[in-house]
């Protein structure tokens, strides 16, 4: 382990089993846990906010107990966490490192940026298929307009 | 086809866009056949558009069909605030088809998933417009005899003009060449061009009208509309260099033929009219017959 993950260990206490999300950009993490459906888990939930990270400046974390997440679960939080670290703790040891990807599909995550598509004038989930992963390009299900990185917005 | 929505000009193949203009011919021999007595037909137009609404109620009323509906929001039960979704499902339990018309973008697809019977799309906003399209190839058909390796010009609006967007990428089937006339500002969005690019098709852009109409059997007008333009002064610069008279049509092919979705205002002037190139009355009258095909092979009256 990096002499960071050390210190940031030291910062949110570890987890016996679990998953660790790593490097959330910090403006993401109450988003990341509200798409993941965390901000009612049951068990145990550590996070940190605005840690010092040698790659990222700031960034934040959090760890869930006895969580397994499927990957298509996981996924979703690419968009707003592309740099996001998953590591799965068995027995308190790291088992899987692994960076999360970009899905194919984002349903009810993101906002679409055209004002006269029928998901911003009626309460309708968004639906979109991923046509551009490189320079994120979100192709809208309804008004088939495109939705790009720079206009991309979070669904409250 | 049967039972299936038609939201946008891709929810068909190019075989069934193929039989729908088969289809389409038959009723131009024979309009008037009782074929759907048995049909209630709901024209739920959310905002106004006569033109496309008496096109309809037109081609349902000749085959018999009953219609119902309502001609603007403001005479529904939307304006007591009703979703959209209470609306489609409501009104699916009146009907066997559903013909809209709404202004946001998106809504036909929606309305299509969650209705019990299948929706026609007459126009989402700046979205859709597939019948429009499915007209269009009827007449490009109907006056070159195919579809097939022809060269279509496009002028004027476009950027916004919805009607444009959905024949270029249903020509794009044909191999068709593209001759794309506008202002600078109103050109060809780039995901449309896009669609021409993958099938390595040939496109040429223009600012000047003049020089492509002897290159073209096809001359798809379109109106350039003045809220369009940030700064007035543009418009005033452009607004009478898409305007096509009579006098321009000297050099054109034997078998040009000039189409425009109307309403036309000014860009056309009115001594085009009489030239046996122009066909945008007849493309109107081919809607209806167009129509006729879409509602009978959704409602599954015809294979």
């Known amino acids: ?156 | 086809m049967k039972n299936k929505s038609l939201v946008s000009i891709n929810d068909f193949t190019r075989e069934e866009h193929v039989r729908i203009l088969e289809l389409a011919g038959a009723f131009e021999n024979r309009p008037k056949q009782k074929i759907l007595e048995d049909f209630v037909v709901a024209t739920l137009f959310f905002e106004p558009s006569t033109r496309t609404r008496l096109s309809f109620e037109s081609a349902a009323t000749r085959l018999g069909a009953r219609v119902i509906g309502f001609t603007d929001a403001s005479s529904s039960s939307v304006q007591k605030g009703e979703s959209l979704r209470d609306t489609i499902l409501t009104v699916s339990n009146y009907c066997d088809i559903i013909v809209m018309r709404h202004p946001k973008e998106g809504s036909a697809r929606f309305a299509s998933e969650v209705a019990k019977v299948p929706i026609i799309n007459a126009g989402d906003g700046a979205n859709q417009h597939p019948t429009q399209t499915l007209l269009d190839l009827y007449s490009i058909m109907k006056t070159q005899g195919t579809l097939d390796n022809l060269n279509v010009a496009f002028v004027g609006d476009l950027k916004y003009g919805r009607t444009v967007h959905s024949l270029v990428m249903a020509l794009c089937n044909y191999n068709t060449t593209f001759h794309l006339v506008s202002p600078l500002e109103l050109k060809l969005p780039s995901s449309v061009k896009l669609s021409i690019k993958e099938r390595n098709l040939e496109y040429h852009q223009y600012t000047d009208l003049q020089e492509v109409i002897p290159k073209v059997d096809i001359l798809y007008m379109t109106r350039i509309q003045k809220e369009r333009f940030s700064d007035p002064l543009d418009y005033e610069k452009v607004k009478n260099a898409y305007v096509l008279r009579n006098n321009m049509l000297g050099d054109s092919r034997s078998n040009l033929k000039i189409l425009h979705p109307l309403p036309r205002v000014n860009e056309i002037t009115t001594d085009v009219d009489d030239n046996p190139k122009a066909y945008y009355f007849t493309q109107a009258l081919n809607g209806v017959y167009v129509r006729q095909a879409i509602l009978c092979a959704i409602l599954g009256v015809v294979d």
């Open chain 1, 1 to 156: 382990m990096e002499k960071e993950d050390i210190r940031k260990e030291l910062k949110v206490s570890a987890i016996e089993n679990g998953t660790v999300i790593d490097h959330i950009p910090s403006q993401s993490v109450f988003l990341v846990m509200k798409i993941l459906n965390l901000t009612k888990y049951p068990d145990q939930l550590l996070f940190g906010n605005n840690l010092d990270s040698r790659k990222m400046g700031k960034k934040g974390i959090i760890k869930v107990s006895n969580k397994f997440f499927q990957s298509d679960e996981i996924n979703k939080i690419a968009l707003v966490a592309p740099t996001a670290t998953l590591i799965i703790i068995k027995n308190f040891q790291v088992v899987e490192k692994k960076k999360v990807r970009i899905p194919d599909f984002a349903d009810n995550i993101v906002k679409c940026f055209n004002p006269n598509c029928i998901t911003n004038n009626e309460d309708i989930p968004t639906k979109f298929t991923v046509i551009n992963k490189k320079d994120l390009k979100l192709h809208c299900h309804y008004c088939e307009k495109i939705t790009a990185r720079e206009n991309i917005t979070f669904l409250e």
